[in-house]
């Protein structure tokens, strides 16, 4: 069984995404990638905060693939923490109603969280009450103020996510973009925290340091940020993943369909020469977001 945390899939995508001039996958091609590359099930991740990157979804079209194309998709939902009106209407009650309607149609989760506020907004910690309330782990993206991108914004080191993994200690929270996986090296300097560093990892990192500290916080392997942060220095890979193999989750977020994402070549290749175990590659394959997504 392998599993794809990261996937945004359309009925029929028409609007070009910011990447370039294709629009997202439909659900035809991503089953065709996830036939050629023995992917099982792909969990989508409905793209609906203002500064999505692409087509905005609702979770009904989500659910609407899911139910077309069954066994071969896991819907999670998303849900803007911006929609209460008035500040005095904050609170995660509001978001618990809605969030309980999700589940019992068969959502596992919420994300892709993109929205561009900080961590500790009112209205965001809300939504992340709830999400601990429901039981929904929380995928998200990062990025920093100062960049013109989507995203939930932190600075170095990761101080706001920390706050809210102590905060939340029952929340699950998946980790994933530039911004996040740049904090694997303890000599980040700032202009590189939302672009993809090469080089030897040095110890001290934000990535590691949290994952040790906070059981709650997970890891995404998907896109070039993932993948990087391995690919960059192997011998810091066969280390991380073999103390965080229980935490790390396969994803690989096609943007179109001529992307070629090579993250399960790169761990089955990982496994064949024996840098990791057959255990961890189950695990980061499927084990973990099985466990963590309660699915059968």
């Not at 500290?213 to 220095?233: E, T």
Request: with cysteine.
């Amino acid at each position: 069984m392998i599993i794809d945390v990261h996937s945004h899939v359309y009925i029929s995508p028409k609007i070009h995404s910011r990447f370039g001039t294709k629009p997202f996958l439909s659900a035809e091609e991503q089953i065709s990638i996830m036939d050629s590359k023995g992917v099982d099930k792909a969990v989508i991740l409905p793209l609906n905060n203002a500064e999505a990157p692409a087509e905005h979804q609702s979770v009904g079209e989500i659910l609407f693939i899911c139910e077309k194309y069954p066994g071969r998709f896991i819907p999670f939902c998303n849900v803007d923490p911006r929609l209460p009106c008035r500040p005095d209407m904050i609170c995660a009650d509001l978001f618990v109603n809605l969030l309980e309607q999700y589940k019992a149609l068969g959502c596992k989760g919420l994300g892709e969280m993109a929205c561009r506020v900080f961590w500790n907004d009112p209205s965001l910690l809300a939504l992340l009450e709830a999400c601990s309330i429901v039981g929904f782990p929380v995928l998200f993206h990062t990025t920093t103020p100062d960049e013109n991108s989507y995203g939930v914004l932190d600075f170095i080191n990761l101080p706001y996510l920390e706050f809210v993994l102590k905060k939340f200690p029952n929340l699950t929270m998946i980790g994933h973009s530039q911004a996040f996986w740049s904090e694997i090296s303890g000599d980040l300097k700032w202009q590189d925290k939302n672009s993809y560093p090469v080089g030897k990892v040095t110890p001290g990192g934000a990535v590691p340091r949290l994952l040790r500290n906070y059981p709650n916080l997970y890891a995404d392997l998907s896109a070039g940020s993932g993948l990087n942060a391995l690919s960059r220095d192997t011998e810091h890979a066969w280390s991380f993943i073999d103390e965080f193999h229980d935490r790390l989750l396969l994803g690989m977020d096609y943007c179109a369909i001529d992307n070629d994402m090579q993250h399960i070549e790169w761990l089955t290749d990982a496994r064949n020469r024996g840098k990791i175990t057959p255990s961890a590659f189950n695990k980061i394959t499927s084990g973990n977001v099985s466990r963590i997504l309660n699915l059968s």
